[in-house]
């Protein structure tokens, strides 16, 4: 009986333990690009409102080693109640590929702590994703260099992320809602709020934000997404809109078409209106399964600023060795017609007088990149 009774505590605390173990994954993505830039830009020097001109035409080009939205993470989850689980996750950014002054060891990702119920859905509370992006991967398909949806300023990441359009981003201190499945209806409700943790008077705005994604995938090969959020990741709003088809399911290609249209509104300047169209098709004449794809990126109106505009085109490939290890290969191009000088305004120290000097330009800006690596998940 001791010894039954032994046996069965040894089991429980086993169980407990597997339960409340972290799992750790991560992704290793580094790729060798080829990146030649060029600035074609007329700029104005006021400092005597006489309006000079100068022209300033920078073409460049490197060779870099690039490290892809490498990670490391930690998740898991542990039963507090029959009906209720704990659930965690930790999840930093890592630059493989430098060690330099701007590279940050550990940059946080999707890093929360939540509640999971099947009646009542999930709640995450931390650093989470904008909802905007939850309705991205049904359209996206390029990688590397050119995974570029994002910075809606010129100061983060690549120039040719500067010149397309915005991105949602993640969002600190905000509370998720992944609403539970109804009658297995096939829809995905998530509910975003964005805390401001200042302390402000009775008579000042509160910058507060929120946001809502709805996804509906009835598994039939045909996807469509929409989503909001306010003065979350811009002063603003945006709304975006995707669909996909795979038409694998209605005749015999493996092309899977992807489409996103997206407004951002910003307030104090414009809208900038963005769209993606996309193509991946599989090849079945490989030992493993491969694939090809494009896209193409249209933005009117950068960051709000009527005039500035670009378009992107990007072609590449893909070949799995194992399902956790990828070799990509592509070449993209980005062209931006920057008419708002507003878009290069600057402040300089004026040499001989000290005086502070506003430097507006407008021109074109070009990036062409050309790259290949290998991802690595575990």
Do not use: C
């Amino acid at each position: 009986m001791k010894k039954l009774l032994l046996a069965t505590a040894v089991a429980a605390l086993s169980v407990s333990a597997a339960n409340a173990a972290p799992t750790l994954y991560g992704k290793a993505f580094l790729t060798t690009d080829y990146v030649n830039a060029e600035l074609d830009v007329e700029e104005t020097v006021d400092t005597d409102f006489d309006g000079d001109i100068q022209r300033i035409n920078n073409d460049s080009d490197s060779l870099q080693v690039n490290s892809n939205i490498s990670r490391l993470g930690f998740k898991g989850s542990e039963a507090i109640t029959a009906n209720t689980d704990v659930i965690y996750q930790l999840e930093y950014a890592i630059n493989i590929d430098d060690s330099g002054d701007d590279n940050i060891g550990f940059k946080s990702r999707d890093t929360y702590l939540g509640l999971a119920n099947e009646q009542y859905g999930q709640f995450r509370f931390g650093r989470n994703y904008s909802v905007t992006d939850y309705v991205l991967d049904n359209v996206l398909v390029t990688k590397g260099y050119w995974d570029n949806i994002g910075a809606s300023s010129i100061n983060g990441g690549t120039v040719a992320e500067a010149l397309t359009m915005t991105d949602g981003g993640r969002i600190n201190n905000s509370i998720m809602w992944f609403a539970p499945k109804y009658n297995d209806l096939p829809l995905d409700l998530v509910l975003q709020y964005g805390a401001d943790e200042t302390f402000v008077s009775d008579s000042d705005d509160r910058d507060e934000g929120y946001g809502a994604s709805l996804n509906y995938n009835p598994g039939t090969g045909f996807t469509v997404g929409v989503a909001y959020d306010k003065d979350m990741t811009i002063n603003g709003d945006i709304l975006r809109g995707t669909a996909s088809l795979d038409l694998s399911n209605y005749i015999t290609m493996p092309i899977t078409m992807g489409l996103l249209y997206q407004q951002a509104d910003y307030d104090g300047l414009g809208e900038e209106d963005g769209l993606i169209v996309s193509a991946k098709m599989g090849l079945d004449n490989f030992a493993r399964p491969a694939a090809i794809y494009a896209q193409y990126n249209k933005t009117d109106s950068l960051s709000g600023l009527d005039g500035n505009d670009s378009d992107q085109f990007v072609v590449g490939g893909q070949y799995f060795f194992k399902d956790n290890m990828i070799a990509h290969a592509y070449a993209g191009y980005n062209s931006a017609d920057l008419d708002n000088d507003r878009f290069f305004t600057r402040e300089d120290v004026d040499g001989d007088n000290g005086e502070v000097v506003s430097v507006r330009g407008s021109g074109d800006a070009n990036v062409l990149a050309i790259g290949a690596g290998l991802e690595y998940l575990f």
